[in-house]
């Protein structure tokens, strides 16, 4: 129980000691009651993650290994932040591991009859059919964009000029902003450029189309996406401690990790050009900004959680129908994505990555799911998530069979 009385300790400090008022926060659900001295018995995996963290200079990560719905394993190693070792309980950015909740929101909006992934995105007839925007578009392919498209990394959004979720600093300038654009500045901005290729007939990777799909559910629903989600999506899934995340350390939720950059990494401009110089992970790119794109916190647990409520299995209630879990995992052969998923078929793999954090979904064949994510940047970047999947395949194999025998989701 120490991990937890530590990690209760320092909610209570910080929340004292916050510069500024903010509303009374409460760890609720599986994160307010899961230790590390729950999960035992495989003595050779933790020495394994152990091992993978020094090879790989990580400062601190969490696992968690669910079976048929059931969480088998949940224990966090190393440090979450200075002095504080690092528990199941913490919460981390998972990057674009958040795509799969966004995805999920429009299953669940489709569900509803309140859109269809054939909808067009632009234009007088499309979901974001606000006339600013329709007067901004330049390239009249835009107005084929489907739901679908934006889903499927297929709508012609190009990056050719740089990610435009993290090259705030050059949008400013070449657009002579005086502040960081907000969501609706930056669609704005970016439909007056052409598209890449025709919408459906190519594809490339577009964090620009996820925070569009945020804005296709605050446009539909009449709500703040956050708020949206948590309410329809995440609490009716058992997840109760899934936030957006804030730029700064300093506005960092209580239980929050720290993230860390390797210690020969130079500081960065901060992204809204303020003339100040930052660590990489807290001011480099406005990671809250980067809303269904990338931009949620969660605990390994409750993100095991929240797959056990997509996935099709009887154990945990799922949110969706299995018509939706079937559509967002079906291996067409025409696809090189799934719906919010980066691999389906047999396999179903989402990963993401930030500065200061990395992490993976591996639902494997058997139904098996394993869960990884770290607070420590590597100077391979994406390319490290090539890295956690050699890994995690490894200590499926290895460890599948000695895993206990329990459901943790029980004590919720």
């Known amino acids: 129980m120490r991990n937890f009385f530590l990690l209760t300790a320092l909610v209570l400090l910080l929340a004292g000691c916050s510069g500024k008022s903010r509303a009374p926060y409460r760890i609720e659900g599986i994160n307010s009651v899961i230790t590390n001295e729950m999960s035992t018995g495989a003595d050779k995996l933790d020495r394994d993650m152990k091992t993978f963290m020094q090879r790989w200079w990580i400062k601190g990560l969490s ?3 669910m079976r048929g719905d059931s969480l088998l394993y949940a224990k966090g190693y190393g440090k979450a932040d200075e002095d504080v070792p690092m528990s199941a309980a913490h919460i981390m950015r998972i990057a674009s591991v958040s795509k799969l909740i966004t995805a ?129 999506i995440l609490e009716p899934a058992g997840c109760l401690d899934m936030h957006l995340a804030n730029t700064y350390y300093k506005d960092k939720y209580p239980n929050e990790v720290r993230y860390y950059m390797q210690d020969n990494d130079p ?25 269904g794109a990338g931009a949620w916190v969660a605990s390994t647990p409750e993100l095991a959680r929240f797959v056990a409520a997509i996935d099709g299995n009887p154990g945990v209630k799922d949110i969706l129908s299995i018509k939706s879990v079937r559509a967002m995992t079906v291996d067409t052969g025409e696809h090189k994505y799934g719906l919010g998923w980066n691999d389906v078929g047999d396999t179903w793999i989402r990963t993401g990555s930030l500065a200061g954090t990395n992490a993976i979904v591996y639902r494997f064949p058997d139904g098996e799911c394993w869960i990884l994510v770290s607070n420590t940047h590597n100077w391979k970047g994406p390319r490290f998530s090539t890295r956690v999947k050699e890994f995690i395949r490894q200590c499926h194999d290895r460890y599948s069979a000695v895993l206990p025998k329990q459901d943790l989701f029980s004590l919720i």
């Open 104 to 232: 999920a929101g429009i299953m669940k909006l489709q569900e509803q009859g309140k859109l269809k992934l054939s909808d067009k995105v632009f234009g007088p007839s499309g979901i974001l059919n606000d006339a600013v925007y329709t007067a901004a578009i330049k390239d009249k392919n835009y107005f084929k964009i489907t739901v679908e498209d934006l889903l499927r990394h297929e709508s012609g959004l190009s990056i050719r000029r740089g990610d435009p979720m993290f090259t705030t600093r050059d949008i400013m300038y070449i657009y002579r902003l005086k502040e960081a654009p907000d969501h609706e500045t930056l669609t704005r901005l970016m439909l007056t450029r052409p598209l890449g290729y025709q919408p459906g007939k190519s594809r490339q990777y577009n964090n620009f189309g996820y925070m569009l799909l945020g804005m296709i559910i605050e446009k539909v629903t009449g709500q703040d996406y956050e708020k949206w989600t948590r309410k329809e």
């Open 267 to 291: 500081l960065v401009p901060e992204f809204n050009n303020s003339g100040d110089s930052v660590v990489r992970c807290y001011g480099g790119s406005d990671v809250r900004a980067l809303g």
């Open 63 to 65: 696992l968690s290994v």
